[in-house]
């Protein structure tokens, strides 16, 4: 008999026969409703932990309506508009959606708003712009004649973003907008404490309350056309208020400038390197919410229930890697799997008692509709989320929408109960054991821990044209038999490298976070991290790392790489550095073209002593240097495929002069890779493709045999020999 648990379904009032058959087939020990669904009083009768959506700051628009002066807020910029003469009419709320939002006439404008002159960078003082609230136009006045300006200005948020989107997707009509209010406000404070009490009695059969999510939404704002405008799943500035501002100064001892939240209308995406300025606005949010939301999660457990929190929709505030996050008391956290990287950013949260991943796809009609074939996304998002779950696993599994429509694809409702076994057998294997890792990698940016498994993201789990090369570093990293840090510019210079990182990684494009951009210029950072690599340490910098032109170099660390970026300023210096390497330890594996993404252009070599490994249109896209005992490894970029987790991993080793500790719990075939737990004197040999496999296995001795692998298989090995299929 197989076992069942660790699954949470989603289900539908008048759906209980079939509810039934899929917590058998599925082996679910938890009921769940979705944004659109609820569940009957038949369905929380059933044999299954009850989990309730429960809105706190949307979803009550009878409050929400009668006291819209205590809706939420977000700064926004206009576009740019160009003087021709002295006076400039801007009309701010021209590409903005008005059933999202609307300006804030109640608190001061001339407090609160601001417009700047984007040519020469000024404000404007005040006296020289007047408001026309009923055109929503401000009125510059001596302005000057082919100068740019923007206006700054404080909206309310009259529509909930993620219901907005979801009442666009599933075509809601009529149905109500959700209104979103600010716990900081009085009256809302006191709702919120107020309401889940009731709440809680009148659910007595919830067992889980799902906070979905507690206070304010990421940055999500439409356009005039209902369609995504700007969208950043990390941003603070649907966080803003006038109470918030004023609370601000009074905490920090300064106030914010609406630039400060605007920041030139980049919103403070993460990929700015973050100036103090926002870094405390974060730190002072988070620090209001998590006490917030901590009274709630005391009630919830007064009451006898545990408590959950949606990484996703309200969760600014909330980061689970930050100082704060802890004092929530949760019990666990959910969130969305795309891949494995956003696996790990789950499954890795400190201070719950468990995690849960939320697979795709998601049970909506753009997915599970007449002619599609949902199982195919379902696959390839098992089989990326596997391999993270092999180095650390979620502790439950689950999916969202309308089990109705799933129900209508019986070959996908056969593949998560596949998934659903093979999830529980992993689970229960390597649950709370130690992998072998070879190496200590630690990923260096401007964020650090706070933002761990995050790198590179705008939108989670999203494709863009512009990080796909070096969101492969972190999915690459995700299954990989390495462990992995996150550090910051200022963990180095405060505290120095750990002794037991093997391996720093600086990847992303001049002047960003990622990259680093200014820290580049702190003479300690550099100096710091120059002594490490040439005393041992590996150091590998993909794209642009430390990137700033200054003082002859653009890349800071050119001497520790080995290679520079010509930016055409030394085209007069002749350079003859072109020949590849016959045969390398990183390229050992790959076969035909490497993949380098976008990858970069003119980048060469500063001697002869560099190991050019991959040379093609007159510039190096992947090469190695020795530095004092350390060596410095360069790859233009990193997009995910089997090929270049290989790269990477051969990369790593390499730098970090560990060879031959390489072939350790080591698969010949980048299709295949190996994962050993030799606390429970096992290792487990898995294919990540829906293909065939042959391999050259090596154990932990080095030793090596020859497998064949089916499509998607896991192989287990005892270490001492014994094969357990």
Known sequence: MKRKGNLTLPSESGFLDETKELIDRWGADALRDSDGTKLSDDLKKLDAKIYTTYFVSRGHNDFARENMDECQHLYLMSDFNLATSDTLEVKFMDGYFSEQVRPDYDHDPKRFWEVIDRTSGELVDRSNWDLDSERDTVIIKNAKEFHEYTVSFLTYA??????????????WGDKEHDIPFDVRKEKSSKFVEDYIENWLKENEDTDVVRFTTFFYHFTLVFNDKGKEKFVDWFGYSASVS?????????????????EDIIDEGYYNSPFRVPSKEFLDFMDFQQEFVSNKAKSLVDKVHDSGKEAIMFLGDN????????????????????????????????SEIPHVKYTEGRFLPYFFPDTFREGNDPVIEAKDNWLSARRAIMRKPVDRIGYGGYLSLAYKFPKFVDYVENIADEFRDIYDTINGVKPYSGLKVAILNSWGKIRSWQTFMVAHALWYKQIYSYLGILESL??????????????????????????????????????????????????????????????????????????????????????????????STDKYFDEEEEEHFISKDLKGKIDFGESMNNIYSLSEKTEIIEYSNGEIHLSSNDYGKGRGVYIAGLPYNKDNARLLMRSMFYAAHKEEELYRYFASNPAVEVNAYPDIDKYAIINNTDEEQKSIIYDGDGDSYNVELSPGEISWVNIKGDNNG
């Open 158 to 171: 009259i529509w909930d973003p993620t219901q907005m989107y979801n009442h666009i997707t599933n075509d």
């Open 242 to 258: 006038p109470e918030a501002l004023d609370a601000f100064e009074e905490s920090k001892g300064y106030r914010l400038r609406p």
């Open 478 to 571: 995700s299954g990989m038999s390495v462990d992995v840090e996150f550090i910051s510019f200022d963990d180095v210079k405060t505290n120095g490298i750990n002794s037991d990182i093997d391996v720093i990684i600086n990847a992303g494009v001049e002047g960003t976070a990622f990259s680093g951009g200014i820290n580049w210029l702190d003479e300690k950072l550099i100096t710091t991290i120059r002594k490490w690599i040439y005393n041992g340490g590996g150091f590998i910098g993909i794209g642009e790392p430390s990137a700033i032109r200054h003082e002859g170099r653009f890349f800071q660390l050119a001497d520790a790489l080995g290679i520079d970026k010509e930016l055409s300023f030394s085209l």
């Open 315 to 346: 969760w600014i505030g909330t980061e689970p890697y930050g100082k704060y996050f802890k004092n929530i008391g949760l019990d666990g956290v959910v969130g969305s799997v795309g891949d494995g990287a956003t696996l790990r950013m789950i």
